[in-house]
């Protein structure tokens, strides 16, 4: 009777994996090891708000996740001694995902929405500069910035 439930088993995830694909089965991560670098840093308007998405790759650039702490800021385009809006955020290394960029190309990175309000409230010029830090759980830090149109 074990053999037959072994049988059914094997024969249940053979079935899964054909259904998925292997390929779907095995990118639940990202593939890269220890964080290098952050890279594909963007901030664009969503709707009525502002997608922001950045990716990590390991030393081999391949792209990777880490468990983390990511701050948000938005400062005035001229003077970057005005912040005028900051949100901080504990990231996982399950909200890595893989999304496709504005040139259609797949990378693996983490995505966040913000409301318009939470940021155009306290902007007052055409542009801004978002930045962003994330500091893995590790110590790591990795810096880069986008400018937005408001």
Known sequence: MKTLARGVLVLAVLSLTAACGVSKLLELEAPGGKPALMTSVLVTKEGGGYKIQYSLQDEDLAYTSADGTLTVWFVDYDNESRVFFTKTYEVEKSDFKKYETLLGREVWGHVIILGGSE???YGSDVFATM????????????????????
């Open 131 to 150: 930045k962003l830090r994330f500091e893995t759980d590790s110590g790591a830090v990795f810096e880069d910035e986008d400018t937005l149109f408001m």
């Open 119 to 121: 940021v155009s409230q």
